[in-house]
C-alpha cells in the first residue's frame, strides 16, 4: 500500500486524516512524556529550589519557569509543589521571604548555602546534563519528536492534499533514515 493513500478509500474524509493524523501524534507525543519522567519527588522540589536560590534569590514563578528551562521542558514543577516548599524551607530557616513590588523573593539564610551545597548535585538538571555527557540523546531526541509531531499535525489540519502526500514521503524517508542509524555500528 502507498503511503500517498494511507488516509483515503471509501467512506474517508480529509478531515478524517487530519484527526488520525492528530491523534498519531497525541500517541506518541504520551509515549515521549512517559519515558521523559515528567513528575518528581518531593525531594527534587527541594533540592532545585535550593540549587537555584544558590544562584540568585528568585520568586516561586521565577523558580517554576527556570526549572521547566533547565529540565528542557521535561518538568515543570506546579505552584502548589513549589510554594509549599518554599514555606517549608523558611520553617526550616534556610530560606527567606522579603516582599518588594507586591511580591515575595526569596533568598538563602547561611544554614541555606550550606544545605544548598550538599544538594545541588541533586537537582534534575544536573542528573540530564550527566546522562547528556554519558551519550543519552533522549532529551533532543524527545524535543524534535514534538517539533516533528506538532508540523505534521499542522500539515494534516490545514495542508492541502498535495502537501499532505509529501509529508507522507517525507517522513516515509525519514523513518527510515532514522532506522538505518540503529542498523549502523
Known amino acids: ?5 494511507r488516509f483515503s478509500g471509501p467512506g474517508f474524509m480529509p478531515g478524517q486524516a487530519a484527526d488520525a493524523m492528530w491523534q498519531a501524534m497525541e500517541q506518541m507525543r504520551a509515549g515521549f512524556d512517559k519515558r521523559a519522567g515528567s513528575r518528581m519527588g518531593r ?3 527541594r533540592a532545585s529550589i535550593l540549587a537555584l536560590l544558590a544562584e540568585e ?3 516561586g514563578y521565577q523558580i517554576i519557569r527556570e526549572i521547566e528551562e533547565r529540565t528542557a521542558g521535561k518538568w515543570k514543577p506546579s ?12 520553617d526550616e ?9 507586591d511580591r515575595k523573593t526569596y533568598s538563602l539564610t547561611d544554614a541555606g548555602r550550606q544545605e544548598a551545597a550538599k544538594v545541588t548535585s541533586k537537582a534534575p538538571w544536573a542528573a540530564a546534563e550527566s546522562h547528556h ?12 519528536g ?14 492541502s492534499r498535495a502537501q499532505q502526500d ?5 517522513l516515509d524517508h525519514a523513518r527510515r533514515t532514522i532506522y538505518s542509524i540503529l542498523a549502523q555500528d
Do not use: N, W
Open 1 to 5: 500500500m502507498s503511503g500517498s493513500h
Open 43 to 45: 525531594g527534587d522540589v
Open 57 to 59: 534569590p528568585m520568586h
Open 79 to 90: 505552584a502548589g509543589s513549589v510554594y509549599p516548599t518554599l514555606q517549608l524551607l523558611a
Open 93 to 101: 530557616g534556610l530560606v527567606s521571604a522579603a516582599t518588594a513590588h
Open 133 to 144: 555527557h554519558s551519550g543519552s540523546a533522549m532529551g533532543p531526541l524527545s524535543k524534535s
Open 146 to 159: 514534538f517539533d516533528l509531531a506538532q508540523a505534521v499535525a499542522q500539515v494534516a489540519r490545514s495542508g
Open 166 to 170: 509529501k509529508a507522507v514521503e517525507a
